[in-house]
């Protein structure tokens, strides 16, 4: 998946676990937003709030986990990745998602998991099955 530079990267990560298009998940988080807040004016910056997608991805199917702590994404990487799941990672301000060898976010797309947010601490993250296409 190849996202363009300047999306929202809570949509981001509910498309790719999702398989849905990155507006499908603005949606559908809009929608969320709306139903607590309706007078709220730019909806689209509720992207990122971590319970709206939290709770989109638990309808999924996805297990919120927590990592005792704020630990880098690089230990994060070593301790807690497991290649055949889907994972948001919940960082520093930021969302990415995790599966096989690939961490996708809005900003660069699909790269090789240690190329970004390295030092960036894991505040806590949710993990979905995934099976790689054949």
Not at 58 to 80: C, F, I, Q
Not at 96 to 103: K, L, S
């Amino acid at each position: 998946m190849r996202s363009s530079i300047g999306k929202w990267c809570g949509p981001t990560a509910l498309a790719v676990v999702a398989g849905l298009d990155y507006d499908a998940a603005v949606e559908r988080l809009k929608r969320r937003k709306r139903a607590r807040r309706p007078t709220l004016r730019r909806i689209v910056l509720a992207a990122t709030n971590v319970a709206d997608l939290g709770a989109e991805l638990e309808l999924l199917g996805a297990d919120k986990m927590e990592t005792g702590g704020r630990v880098p994404l690089w230990r994060w990487l070593d301790s807690y990745h497991e290649p055949d799941r889907f994972t948001v990672v919940w960082v520093t301000g930021h969302f990415v998602t995790v599966y096989g060898a690939t961490m996708v976010d809005n900003q660069k797309g699909a790269t090789g998991l240690r190329e970004r947010h390295q030092r960036k601490r894991v505040r806590g993250f949710w993990r979905l099955p995934y099976e790689e296409d054949e």
